[in-house]
């Protein structure tokens, strides 16, 4: 049995990416939250890399960048492969200067969706906990207390248990690679499908009885004042049918 708490539960939105297309195709896989002619907001879908590919695979900056015939287009952060939802892009390097000072200075704020193994304790609360990058086969990054690690802050909330999972929404404040997956592994309490900093059994019986394919991190909503206009934008993207899908599984 489920236990929500009260507010609006995510919906359905965005298709999740079933292909790997190549430089040369026309396949377009992206959904557009916002344009104008300084800056693009779009929805990522899962499987899609933002940027800085290799082998020819064609990622959602190639993608942009085709469709507006405007080769400049840059993205301002990344999410990861397998994490679908809202990315930045300028369209100008005057503007992605200015993009990249709202990143640094934290004035990008960037909330996420995440299932997690384990209920967090407490259910609202910080994780403030610096990384390091390793070298190691698989994980790249890991929580130190090296000198040398890179502060990392992410602020969380409990909306829903679901036995022994959690649908969290979460706020980082800093952009580390890995950040939410290591944070919440650094807790007890993996993201749900993560299949380097997870667990291996919950992730099979995810699979198997829920049909989760891939984490569960949904970058939900962006908010930051537009480098140009000065106008406050407040982005959301709706979380995806294949994630709307394991909610409905694990709520029955």
Not at 119 to 147: C, L, Y
Request: proline share 5%.
């Amino acid at each position: 049995m489920s236990s929500r708490k009260r507010g609006q539960s995510p919906k359905a939105g965005t298709v999740p990416h079933r292909a790997v297309p190549r430089h040369d195709s026309s396949y377009r896989s992206f959904a557009i939250v916002h344009e104008d002619e300084h800056v693009l907001v779009v929805s990522k879908p899962a499987g899609l890399l933002t940027n800085m590919a290799e082998d020819g695979e064609q990622t959602l900056q190639d993608q942009l960048r085709a469709h507006f015939r405007q080769p400049e287009i840059a993205a301002v952060h990344r999410l990861d492969r397998f994490t679908s939802g809202l990315v930045v892009f300028g369209r100008n390097t005057r503007t992605l200067e200015a993009l990249g000072a709202l990143v640094r200075d934290g004035k990008l704020e960037k909330r996420y969706w995440v299932l997690t193994v384990g209920v967090p304790q407490p259910a609202k609360g910080r994780i403030d906990a610096a990384m390091e990058r390793i070298e190691h086969p698989r994980r790249k990054m890991q929580v130190s207390t090296a000198e040398h690690a890179q502060p990392a802050l992410t602020e969380y909330e409990v909306e829903e248990t679901l036995c022994a999972y959690a649908l969290v929404a979460a706020r980082i404040h800093t952009g580390r690679t890995h950040q939410l997956r290591v944070h919440f592994e650094h807790i007890g309490c993996p993201v749900a499908g993560d299949n380097i900093y997870g667990k291996k059994k919950a992730n099979a019986e995810l699979r198997q009885k829920h049909g989760l394919q891939r984490q569960f991190i949904h970058a939900r909503e962006l908010e930051f004042e537009h480098p140009v206009t000065g106008t406050k934008l407040k982005l959301q993207a709706k979380l995806p049918k294949d994630l709307s899908r394991v909610l409905k599984s694990l709520r029955a």
